[in-house]
Structures are given as C-alpha cells and as structure tokens.
C-alpha cells in the first residue's frame, strides 16, 4: 500500500516568518494526520539570494514549532543531475525553446513565483526555435516550455482551480542562462523523486500548479494531489514581509515566545480551537481539518503577537 508523503521545501533567501510557519503547520498537520511521512526539502537552487546561515535557521524554526520530518533533510541543489536529465527529457520531446530574452526573466525564474513576482506574459519571441537552434546562439539563453494549455485540476482546498496560462506568463522558464533549474521544474523532478503525494503550501503559488502539472505530463510523472493555502497578511492586507515589522520565527524565538502560544494563535486562525491556546504541533494532529480553515488570508495584527508574548518594540505590524 502506497503511503501519503507530504513536504516541507523552505527556501533560504530569507528568514522564516509567522506566516511560513502557518503553511507549514498545515501541510505537516495534513500529511500526519492521515498517517503519512514528511520530507524536508531545502531549496536553495537560487544561489545568488540564498542567505548564510538561513537554511540552518529554517531546521531550527522547525524543529522549535515540533514539525518533524521523516529520514535525512534533501538539499535541493545537490539534486542537478537529475534535474538535467529533466532538462534533456523536454529537449528531445522539443517541448522546451532556448530563449535569449531579458536578464530579468531569467533571473527571476529561480524562486518560486509568489503572486507579486509572477510578471508579464512573455509574448514568445523566441517561440520559433527549435532545440537545436541553440548549438547557433552566441549569448547566454534559458529554456523555456512550450505552453500550449493549461490543465485544470482539483485542490484539496480550493476546489477546481481552472485558470489560462497563455494570460499567466504564457511559456515559463525550467532553466536558466546560469545554467541552473528554474524552481518550476526543479520542484516537480524533487517531488516525484521523494514520492510526494500530497502538497500544501500558500495560495500565491496557485498559478505554478498548472505549469508543474504540464512538466509531470510531459515527463511521464504522477503528480501528487494539490492544496494551497490563504496567506498571512499584515494589516494592510499585503502578504506578510520585512516591512509588516518583525514577525520571524528566529526572533520569537529569540524573544522567548513558546512554540506551544504561536501554535495556539495558528491553531484559533484556522478554526480548530475556539481561543487562542498553547498547544502543541502533535496536540492539534487530531483537531486538524481543513474545512474549518477560512478561504481568506489571515490579518496577523500586533496585538496577537503581543498576546503570544512577543512584545518586542520591532514588532507593530502595519
Ligand atoms: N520553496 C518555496 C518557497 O519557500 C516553496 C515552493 C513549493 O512549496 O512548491 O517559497
């Protein structure tokens, strides 16, 4: 019998902040409440943003919020042999074009695209090529996917999700000038290779889920189910980043907050505690469900951090 296997795939750009941990509290209460294993994945293909230390930083939030994972953590970039045989699969399948486009797109295609950062449909001007075209080519290129569809799927959360890729992006990197993956496809190849069944994580990666879906196709791959969760917003309903103020986990941390307060407030936000508790990650396997999660973001204010014992001056969300 196949067992469930969700994940857990940080990325060290940055430090892990209050709305990380929600996402990662549901995909891990997911996964083992059904009985399944967790794998952690650190995803550190983008190179030139990765943080020092912030890859260890990540472990230690989780193991500090008591989110477990099964077996040794997967270092995403030591994975590259795989995700070029990837890379030569699409090639012969001429489902990918090398593409000489602008600096920006090729840069930006290594972290996964959070909703702000999706950028404009690229309007295929080197759609023309074929594969072997770039033997001819004297500048750096990507290679883009062919996108000639977008396949609707159901998610466990937000129900079926059918949106227009030639509107969202249109043809998307899988690899770039760098001569590194691009998150997209990187992330399908890791998770069939780490038999992941099931993914939860924020809802401003909706829009990747159809791109991925195309690469599992292509590749001959199974894909695991999809769930993607609201978001933690600051007051200003923005998704929440440095300028809402200090809302890290390392700083919570550091501060003193219990794990058990933060998981209680998390734990209230989604519906399965009637106040905001302590309790802890194994407590809530039995509470979690997610049709008590609310479809809108989570307006995290600095009161509630205040309540969970984090008073510290930096922390006014605005
Ligand atoms: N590593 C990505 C991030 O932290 C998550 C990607 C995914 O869950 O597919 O933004």
Not at 45 to 57: F, G, M
Not at 117 to 143: F, I
Not at 169 to 195: I, S
Request: charged share 25%; glycine share 6%.
């Amino acid at each position: 019998m196949s067992i469930l296997r969700g994940r857990l795939a940080p990325s060290p750009t940055g430090s892990q902040h209050v709305g990380n941990a929600r996402t990662y509290l549901l995909a891990w209460l997911s996964a083992r409440s059904q009985g399944g294993e967790v794998v952690l994945r650190m995803e550190d293909i983008d190179v030139w943003r990765n943080k020092p230390d912030a890859a260890a930083q990540a472990l230690d939030d989780l193991r500090w919020l008591g989110l477990d994972w099964d077996g040794e953590a997967v270092v995403q970039s030591t994975r590259l042999p795989e995700h070029e045989a990837a890379l030569a699969e699409l090639q012969r399948l001429e489902l990918v074009y090398p593409c000489t486009c602008s600096r920006n797109d090729i840069a930006s295609a290594a972290s996964a695209p959070h909703a702000e950062h999706e950028g404009p449909t690229y309007p295929g001007t080197c759609a023309h090529r074929k594969v072997a075209d770039a033997a001819t080519l004297d500048r750096p290129y990507s290679w883009r996917f062919r996108v000639t569809d977008t396949p609707a799927y159901f998610d466990r959360f937000q129900g079926l999700v059918e949106l227009d890729l030639q509107k969202l992006g249109g043809d998307f990197v899988v690899w770039r000038a760098a001569k590194v993956p691009a998150y997209q496809l990187a992330v399908v190849v890791d998770d069939a290779a780490a038999g992941i069944t099931e993914v939860v994580r924020g809802d401003d990666l909706t829009p990747s889920t159809p791109r991925q879906l195309l690469i599992y196709k292509a590749l001959g791959l199974a894909p695991p189910r999809f769930a993607h969760a609201p978001l933690v917003v600051g007051e200003n309903g923005q998704r929440l980043a440095k300028r809402h103020g200090d809302t890290r986990l390392s700083s919570l941390r550091e501060a003193g907050v219990k794990p058990e307060a933060l998981l209680g407030l998390l734990a209230w936000s989604c519906g399965w505690l009637p106040e905001a508790e302590p309790i802890s990650a194994k407590e809530l396997i039995p509470l979690f469900r997610w049709e008590s999660v609310p479809k809108e973001p989570f307006v995290l204010r600095s009161a509630m951090l205040e309540l969970v014992g984090f008073t510290s001056a930096s922390a006014a969300i605005s």
